[in-house]
T-cell receptor
């Protein structure tokens, strides 16, 4: 059981470069999420997708775009990276059914540094 | 609006001592509450969750949390900690199908 798989695990970008973080889950979950984790700030929601074909902004969407490619995959794109986007990014998924009492399952994270 | 507050950013404790990690929430609707643990350089793992029924919930490794609706709290406790419990702990809430909110985290540092 792979669960939630994120690639890459580490990335260094120069300011202004673009890149896409990939996330895939094999649990047949409906919802998928992208969070960023910064020291002392916990996890902040960037974007989420309640189901295939839908995406919505979270708390900190500026500078990011997402694509829910199919039920399994949810990618996060940085069009023009900035040093403020240096962070650890986590993808999560939850909910085989549309209920609110299920927990989220997390990937191992992508450590991104923008120089 | 819904929010989660973890008042303690760091909690140092000696091995075999008891510990309590505090979590308070704010919500105008009923919520489901969760505790996650993050070991260094890893993702988050579910520790325990409160969905309904008994207000005291337990994990397999000796942690427990009590849902207190009147005080809007969901504190995490362990009567005797081990070095291996050193990690960061996150409280989280869900109030609808889509949203899943996290607190700022508490770093538990267990000293020998």
């Amino acid at each position: 059981n792979a669960g939630v798989t994120q690639t890459p695990k580490f990335q260094v970008l120069k300011t202004g470069q673009s890149m896409t973080l990939q996330c895939a889950q094999d649990m047949n979950h409906n919802s998928m999420y992208w969070y960023r984790q910064d020291p002392g700030m916990g996890l902040r929601l960037i974007y989420y997708s309640a189901s295939e074909g839908t995406t919505d902004k979270g708390e900190v969407p500026n500078g990011y775009n997402v694509s829910r490619l199919n039920k399994r995959e949810f990618s996060l794109r940085l069009e023009s990276a900035a040093p403020s986007q240096t962070s650890v990014y986590f993808c999560a998924s939850r909910g085989k059914r549309k209920v609110r009492n299920t927990e989220a399952f997390f990937g191992q994270g992508t450590r991104l540094t923008v120089v | 609006a819904q929010s989660v507050t973890q008042l303690d950013s760091q909690v140092p404790v000696f091995e075999e001592a008891p510990v309590e990690l505090r979590c308070n929430y704010s919500s105008s609707v009923s919520v489901y509450l969760f505790w996650y643990v993050q070991y260094p350089n890893q993702g988050l793992q579910l520790l325990l969750k409160y969905l309904s029924g008994s207000t005291l919930v337990e994990s397999i490794n000796g942690f427990e949390a009590e849902f207190n609706k009147s005080q809007t709290s969901f504190h995490l406790r362990k009567p005797s900690v081990h070095i291996s419990d050193t990690a960061e702990y996150f409280c989280a809430l869900s109030y609808n199908f889509n949203k899943f909110y996290f607190g700022s985290g508490t770093k538990l540092n267990v000293k020998p």
